[in-house]
């Protein structure tokens, strides 16, 4: 009976050795938002969070910017895929494949700075310490929904994150008056905040909320605000290491942008092809196909018609640092005229928009696929802009002429560049474009900004904003005549689905 | 009670039962086995009418003390019992006929076995020999064919080292696992042992016999018994096979001539005046890329034992060179079983098995996220242009390929591109069985097993479009999973009055561990350091490790009641908790309940001549399927790789809510199966028909507005509801047995109808399975009321021939004739996304195995057809063929539209209709295959016996012989996994998908066995 009991005793033990368990669930190398904000770095985390959402190809990666151009008389349509057709005829549905694509990742962006401000509340440090970053979340926070507030008009405004999802999912849109005083408000508290430069210029500093704040009241008609914030811009210029670059070829090579002073907010793409789509696609949107350079060329989606080129001085260095009227296909270096010797269904023979093109960085991969530009969202010569524009309109005419020459001298110092064969040359200084003299109107700021600003996202909400639509879209403009504009086409329709998910976001915006 | 107590209670009970004597004699004596004459161990006596019984020991003795005229009744598992009077004998010695009977087979089922008459749930048994009748990498592949309502399929095609899944009585979910729990010699969630090792291997399909695995038996259990040694036979077993591997159906496609004839006449058709201008050579890219392959496998086992141990152990070598160049398996196993009767009560014993496999991998089933989807070298091959050379002048590869996306050389890729997946199994199991009393057992187990696998990819710099334009990517990636499992259970069985009583309980502990680890990079400055160098390339990409734990605690039960032989009863129910289940939803009960009626024990029909058995089974219960991941019900932060400052840093961003009532999906079940046995057995037919409603199906609750900022794309919620139902059929006929002939059949036919009972708002839900550079948003759907995941694409109707549209029908924009026409569902007049309806279902009405086995003197011959019927394919491949920028095939370069080949389903070269999911692709799927014709001869027993040897055995088998289909792709089998990947989703709801998988093989193989 000894060994018996022996035997016994270890089965038995067997039941002991297991126990319970009470199955919770701790996670390792996931995160839980209980208890996750301690100092202020972990502010900094999430406040990168929100921007990494800017980088990302259903935003400034591919879908938000193209979407920009494509809507814009700048940028016309060398494809057939039906979400891009929408959007560059003006016969978007709420069903675009495009819109679905950046409303979500807009919010998500929100999401995320929400999360950054709420979290500071738990972090049990100094204001003056950990105000500086929290106000890097206001001013995200601000940034998107600045683009979504002038490309939807009214919107549900969220500004903490979601513990009711019910309550969330049934809420209603908030004014476009409410949201622009949101926007304003967490634009000034970042402008308290932040420090006056960072290390880089993707971070927020006063300089980028005192900007944004500019162009804000520009785009509301407060011309007198966006006047004053923009001449503190740059009347602060020193402080704020801020200067124009001297080579406007510059701000379009990723590998010299980050020693520019003239950025003053950037999105910072990572030096990779990023999980998640997180990296540049917009650069082989506009390329030419069967270009020799950046191992298979480029995608050839988003194309300028001929009349952006002709109509655009030559003796304008802009014009040769933004279009690609050259390029080596298959070997062959051929002029615009010839750029369907690619064969590609969609080749056009119109010069390309190069600004993206030319210097992609080290690390593109095939079709400049993962650039390394840092893409300015907002740069020196356009607070110079804004200022010269609010100028006009409060009478101002001596300040706008300084402030839009100070630009247009710039573009006549020419520079070192490159052509679309990748033929290295000097543009020398030019006599063009010449100063302004005389009277300066808002429409020689608004001409002056779509040709410094060409394909950078800017021109659709300047034709948004002075409702100049019905004149470029008109059969006098560069794409000729856009019969199916409307006014209603100055705001885009909310997603269908998310009117299905929740009613109360109705009504759609008119026209869809 | 503390632990002492408890034991001391224990041993007085003990001690209670074995000092209950009676005035009576003691009798000895030895039980045998009639079949080779050695003792058995464990035979139970028992004296009729009484409770009085013992057994016997290692070398069959036993001793029992009995009254004058007492009835003997000695008994074992798997033999015919055998009652003697006692009347004044000193020693009774007992031989036991084994039990031949097709109904007195032992089944396995869930924490125990049971005769298979008593079974009164669904189970299938494969036999030893149907898993070995030809060689196979993984054991479920055997199972093909040979169980109703098991559908066996590679993932993909004939590729060595392929995962295989099974599907047990169709789809049971949408986004969860449908495939069933693996059971090894008890260990739930092992991997799968080699085909020679295993004894048997059962399928548990219904909830009565699945249930007591609980959230994890509504995809059907498979339970593998390894071999174990027998006592006092000591024996060694070679088993040795090779096979020579070849396509089993290659493509017809254009030469270099016809090729550029076919450019130049979609050139005229496009009004390019341009000719096309035709390279040098004449490539036959499938013949550069295809091979003959070889299997290889290896065995040596060893087997046998003493009175008090019994050892099975065995070693196996596999190694495939595959079809295609480059690619390849190599595998070593090992198992070892050992059994050892401690004391009269206490039984020990460990499994061990271990393996490491290395596959070679070839880049198969784009899904199109490279680039041009140019990392699949079957596709490619049908791509790159046939007039372009392999190698340029200068030796170096040619990448001139002229029509289409830019794509890579495939002889490049297929030899350039390397894919190595390592994975090293380990598992060991150890158990206690003690008789704590006479009718009153514990079994404990604890078990332990591991699989570690790294997988190598490395693209050198030449393939420009699949490395990205990078000087050489790349990637490597382990994954660990281990898991701890521990069992306990209590057996009880009692004689109540006519019935007999059978418990179980238990309680079992589970925990797996998974961790993963990730890198990638790009930019070497030479291919020679192949994936070993990530840290010298210049550009380092995003890195990942990842780890999760899973806890299952469960307590399980059964109780089984068999009344007079004639009605049985067998009811079970388990708990299961379980830490990847939501916070308010913890625990789940999955209870079943069955009956059977044997009527062939009835009195009306026990002396029918013809009806030997006839059993009725009656089932119903509920099972689950775990269908959460670890954490997945949590609020969770998702990292992002950022760039802050200039530098790369980690960044959080709100991911998903909370989701505290997320649930396990479940199965309810209800079978009905009839068992009949004709003439003694000679026929036996086993029908059964069920009905499988699966609720709470876990899908993407769309509901949650996207401006709440959630990056998860799928929150999930309990949503769906699915049905399965359907027939299972089989028989088996002994249809002539004489001493040198016999001929035995088997045949089995299931009928699965499924059909999705509701689905989010009961909205169409819409999937993907084309790659993506097609460009397409949708191919198949879900919706209510049909079965899950039918084709969706444009109905075709047939070739414009100019003039007016026929009635209904329109072309894409800028038809003209000789374009195709597709029915204009939506009726305005032209084709736009809208038109696009269910155009086929790869769902198949049945399938079916016939094995017909011949047996003549020492020779032996086998033939087993399988087939599938009324399932469609949707041929993938064809609309790359047929859209101009790629190689087409002869046939349809023979027979496209032109103005003077009017009469033609086939339109024009370079149609309108470029990459358009369309009926006109969908084909009939059914087939009938050839799968193994098997001619065995084994040399006479009488030569073999003066050389000590017991067996020796020939044969030669040939797989996928012939094969009977109307489809005109390269196999009928298709399993492409869809843009989506390999994911439960597409394994699901993406059938019926033709585009680059491996192809399926025909081999011809032969073997030798041998056994001292």
Same mark, same amino acid.
């Given at each position: ?116 401000? @709420? &979290?500071?509340? +738990?972090?049990?440090? *100094? !204001?003056?310490?950990? /105000?500086?970053?929290? $106000?890097?979340?206001?001013? =995200? ?95 602060? @210029? &020193?402080?704020? +290491?801020?200067?124009? *670059? !001297?080579?406007?070829? /510059?701000?379009?090579? $990723?590998?010299?942008?980050? =020693? ?253 | ?1012």
């Amino acid at each position: 009976m000894k060994t018996t009991y022996k035997y016994l005793f270890l089965l038995l033990l067997s039941f002991s050795i297991v126990g319970c368990s009470d199955l919770e669930e701790e996670p390792v190398g996931l995160l839980a938002p209980d208890g996750f904000f301690q100092s202020t770095s972990d502010i900094q985390t999430a406040v990168d969070g929100s921007l990494t959402h800017a980088i990302n190809e259903k935003f400034w990666g591919r879908k938000l910017s193209i979407a920009l151009m494509l809507r814009s008389d700048m940028v016309s349509l060398a494809s057939n895929e039906t979400r891009r057709v929408e959007m560059n005829d003006f016969t978007t549905l709420a069903s675009n494949g495009m819109i679905s694509e950046f409303w979500p990742k807009t919010y998500q962006g929100i999401a995320a700075a929400n999360q950054a401000i @709420a &979290g500071a509340a +738990d972090v049990d440090v *100094d !204001d003056e310490l950990k /105000n500086p970053v929290t $106000a890097q979340a206001y001013f =995200a926070r601000a940034f998107y929904y600045f683009h979504l507030v002038r490309l939807f008009g009214e919107v549900p405004y969220i500004d903490e994150p979601v513990t009711d999802i019910d309550a969330a999912t049934s809420m209603s849109k908030s004014s476009v008056s409410e949201i622009y005083a949101n926007i304003i408000a967490d634009l000034e508290y970042a402008k308290t905040w932040l420090p006056n430069t960072q290390t880089s210029r993707a971070t927020p500093s006063k300089a980028a909320a005192s900007s944004y704040l500019a162009l804000v009241h520009l785009t509301m008609g407060n011309y007198q605000e966006a006047f004053t914030e923009a001449t503190e811009v740059i009347n602060n @210029a &020193g402080t704020y +290491d801020l200067a124009l *670059d !001297d080579n406007y070829q /510059n701000l379009f090579n $990723a590998d010299v942008i980050d =020693a520019s002073k003239e950025p003053i907010f950037a999105l910072d793409y990572n030096n990779f092809e990023a999980a998640d789509n997180a990296y540049d696609q917009t650069a082989p949107m506009t390329g030419i196909r069967g270009d020799d350079r950046n191992l298979g060329g480029g995608w050839s989606v988003a194309v300028p018609t001929l009349e952006v080129y002709t109509t655009w001085d030559a003796g304008d260095y802009r014009r040769a640092v933004s279009l690609d009227d050259r390029a080596s296909i298959g070997g062959t270096v051929v002029d615009y005229t010839e750029f369907d010797i690619s064969g590609h269904q969609f080749a056009k023979n119109n010069p390309y928009i190069a600004k993206y093109m030319r210097y992609p960085g080290l690390f593109a991969r095939a079709n400049a696929r993962a650039t390394s530009h840092n893409y300015s969202m907002m740069r020196y010569a356009e607070v110079l802009l804004i200022a010269a524009e609010a100028a006009v309109e409060i009478g101002d005419n001596a300040s706008a002429l300084t402030y839009i020459n100070q630009v247009r001298e710039r573009a006549r110092k020419g520079g070192a560049t490159k052509t679309g064969a990748d033929e290295e040359y000097v543009f020398e200084a030019s006599s063009v474009p010449a100063d302004l003299t005389g009277t300066v109107t808002v429409d020689d700021v608004l001409e002056e900004r779509r040709l410094e600003l060409a394909f950078e996202g800017k021109r659709w909400y300047d034709i948004v904003r002075r409702q100049i639509g019905s004149e470029v879209f008109g059969a006098s403009g560069l794409e000729g005549l856009k019969a199916s504009f409307d006014s209603n086409d100055y705001l885009l329709p909310l997603p269908e689905d998310e009117l299905e998910r929740n009613p109360n976001l109705l009504p759609q915006n008119p026209g869809y | 009670m503390n632990l002492k107590i408890k034991l001391v209670f224990i041993a007085m009970l003990l001690l209670s039962l074995t000092n209950y004597a009676q005035d009576s004699v003691t009798i000895k004596g030895t039980v045998t086995s009639q079949t080779d004459g050695e003792p058995i161990l464990g035979a139970n006596i028992i004296i009729k009418g009484t409770t009085n019984g013992t057994s016997t020991d290692f070398d069959g003795n036993y001793e029992i003390k009995v009254t004058s005229g007492a009835v003997l009744q000695f008994s074992y598992l798997g033999f015919v019992t055998k009652t003697v009077t006692y009347t004044d004998q000193k020693t009774i010695n007992v031989e036991l006929v084994e039990d031949t009977g097709v109904l007195e087979e032992i089944v396995v089922v869930g924490y125990g076995s049971a005769k298979k008459s008593d079974i009164t749930g669904s189970v299938s048994s494969v036999k030893s020999e149907e898993l070995t009748a030809f060689p196979v990498l993984d054991a479920s592949q055997a199972l093909q064919g040979r169980a109703a309502g098991v559908v066996v399929q590679s993932n993909n095609g004939g590729e060595p080292g392929a995962p295989v899944s099974i599907k047990i009585r169709g789809n049971t979910s949408i986004n969860a696992s449908s495939s069933p729990l693996i059971v090894v010699d008890g260990f739930v969630g092992a991997t799968m042992p080699q085909a020679n090792d295993i004894q048997s291997m059962e399928i548990l399909k219904d909830a009565s016999a699945t249930a007591i695995y609980g959230s994890r038996g509504s995809n059907g259990v498979v339970l593998v018994t390894t071999k174990k040694g027998k006592s006092g036979r000591l024996s060694i077993e070679v088993n040795s096979t090779y096979a020579v591997q070849n396509i089993s159906n290659r493509l017809d496609l254009l030469g270099a001539d016809e090729f550029a004839d076919y450019q130049n006449q979609i050139r005229a058709n496009n009004g390019v005046t341009a000719a096309y201008s035709q390279g040098t050579a004449d490539t036959d890219w499938q013949d550069l890329i295809y091979r003959s392959g070889n299997t290889q496998n290896h065995q040596v086992s060893f087997s046998g034992g003493t009175d008090k141990i019994n050892f099975y152990a065995s070693g196996n070598y596999f190694k495939q060179d595959g079809i295609i160049i480059n690619s390849g398996f190599e595998r070593a196993t090992f198992l070892s079983n050992i059994d050892a009767q401690m004391t009269d009560k206490l039984k020990l014993g460990m499994n061990l098995f271990g393996s490491r496999g290395i596959k070679n991998g070839s880049a198969t089933q784009s899904n199109g996220s490279v680039s041009a989807g140019g990392d699949d070298v079957i596709t490619l091959a049908l791509r790159y242009a046939p007039d372009q050379p392999v190698y340029n002048e200068d030796g170096s590869y040619n990448f001139g390929n002229t029509v289409g996306d830019p794509v890579d050389n495939p002889y490049a890729v297929a030899k350039e591109r390397i894919d190595e997946t390592k994975t090293d199994n380990f598992r060991a199991n150890f158990y206690g069985n003690y008789d704590i009393l006479e009718n009153l057992t514990f079994k404990t187990t604890f078990g332990f097993s591991t699989e570690n696998s790294t997988r190598g990819i490395y693209l050198p710099a030449l393939l420009t479009q699949t490395a990205g334009g990078d000087s050489g990517r790349a990637e490597v990636e382990t994954d660990r999973e281990t898991t701890l499992l521990n069992e306990n259970y209590l057996t009880y069985k009692k004689e109540i009055g006519k019935g007999n009583l059978t418990l179980l309980a238990g309680f079992s502990y589970q925990k797996t561990v998974s961790e993963n680890f990730y890198a990638e990079a790009t930019g070497f400055i030479s291919d020679s350091f192949s994936y070993y160098g990530l840290g010298s390339a210049t550009n380092i990409l995003q890195p990942d490790s990842s780890i999760s734990e899973v806890e299952i605690q469960s307590q399980f039960g059964r109780l089984n009641y068999d009344w007079d032989d004639k009605y049985l009863l067998t009811a079970t129910v388990r708990r299961d908790g379980a830490s990847n289940f939501a916070a308010n939803e913890k625990y789940a009960i999955f209870p079943s309940a069955a009956f059977g009626w044997k009527i062939s024990n009835e009195k009306f029909l026990e002396e029918s001549e013809s009806i030997s058995n006839l059993k009725l089974r009656l089932s119903y219960g509920v099972t689950g399927n775990p269908s959460i991941g670890a954490y997945e019900s949590l609020a969770r932060f998702e990292t992002l790789y950022a760039s802050s400052n200039g530098e790369s840093v980690s960044a959080i961003t709100p991911e998903q809510p909370e989701n505290p009532n997320l649930k396990w999906e479940s199965s309810y079940q209800t079978n009905l199966g009839i068992d009949l046995g004709l003439y003694n057995n000679r026929v036996t037919v086993s029908l059964d028909y069920y009905n499988i409603d699966t609720k709470d199906l876990i899908l993407t609750d769309n509901s949650i507005t996207e401006y709440l900022g959630y990056t998860a794309d799928d929150i999930l919620a309990n949503v769906g509801q699915i049905n399965n139902r359907g027939f299972e059929f089989s028989v088996s006929t002994r249809n002539i047995s004489t001493d040198n002939f016999s001929w035995n059949t088997d045949f089995n036919i299931a009928f699965n109808k499924n059909e999705v009972v509701s689905l989010v708002n009961d909205a169409d839900l819409y999937f993907d399975a084309a790659p993506s550079y097609f460009s397409n948003d949708r191919s198949y759907v879900l919706r209510v009321g049909e079965e899950v995941g039918l084709f969706y694409g444009y109905d075709y109707a047939g070739v414009y021939q100019g003039g007016t549209l026929p009635d209904g029908t329109a072309t894409l924009a800028g038809g003209v004739a000789g374009d195709p026409l597709f029915r204009d569902l939506d009726g305005s007049g032209d084709i736009t996304t809208d038109d696009r309806g269910v155009i086929g279902n790869p769902n198949p009405d049945y399938t079916f195995g016939l094995t017909n086995s011949f047996t003549y003197k020492d020779f032996d011959l086998s033939i087993f057809l399988q087939g599938s019927q009324g399932g469609e394919i949707f041929n993938m491949t064809n609309v790359q063929l047929t859209n101009g920028d790629a190689n087409t095939t002869v046939d349809y370069y023979n027979n496209a539209w032109t103005s003077t080949n009017t009469d033609t389903d086939a339109p024009r070269v370079g149609n309108n209709s470029n990459r358009e999911i369309s009926s006109r692709f969908v084909e009939d799927g059914s087939y009938v295959r050839l799968k193994n014709i098997a001619i065995g001869y084994n040399l006479p027993g009488e030569t073999l016996e003066k050389i000590g040897i017991d067996r020796v055995r020939f044969s030669i088998s040939a797989q996928n012989l012939l094969t009977f289909t109307n489809y005109s792709g390269l196999d009928p089998e298709v399993n492409y996994v869809g843009r989506g990947g390999d994911n439960n989703t597409s394994a699901n709801t993406a059938q019926g998908f033709d585009f680059g998988s491996y192809p399926t093989v025909k081999s011809v193989s032969f073997s030798l066995n041998v056994k001292f």
